[in-house]
Nanobody
């Protein structure tokens, strides 16, 4: 069993930056991939970025070059550094951990980009 908890959301003006954190607990050594998804208002949840146990990363085209996913030294924390934020980045951001075919979601953290 794995649990994940997000933190770091908030409100920022366009062009600003935020860093989200995701802390995993439980059977963290079994995690294959950790990632971030987001759900904009009135839309379906969408992929943002992920990081594999190997350290390889992947990004959605919409955030490539602006967002950076990384892992803490303790390997149970994943960060999402969000730069050059746009109003269309406004969403609830969810962290998840994948073990085999089982995906565990956090409760989400709100990010609002507005002037």
């Amino acid at each position: 069993q794995v649990q994940v908890v997000e933190s770091g959301g908030g409100s920022v003006q366009p062009g600003g930056s935020l860093r989200l954190s995701c802390a995993a607990s439980g059977s963290i050594s079994a995690i294959n991939v950790m990632g971030w998804y987001r759900q904009p208002p009135g839309r379906q949840r969408e992929f943002v970025a992920n990081i594999f146990s190997s350290g390889n990363t992947g990004y959605a085209d919409a955030v490539k070059g602006r967002f950076i996913i990384s892992r803490g030294n303790a390997r149970n924390t994943v960060y999402l550094q969000m730069n050059s934020l746009k109003p269309e980045d406004t969403a609830v951001y969810y962290c998840n951990a994948l073990i085999g075919a089982n995906r565990t979601w956090g409760q989400g953290t709100q990010v609002t980009v507005s002037s």
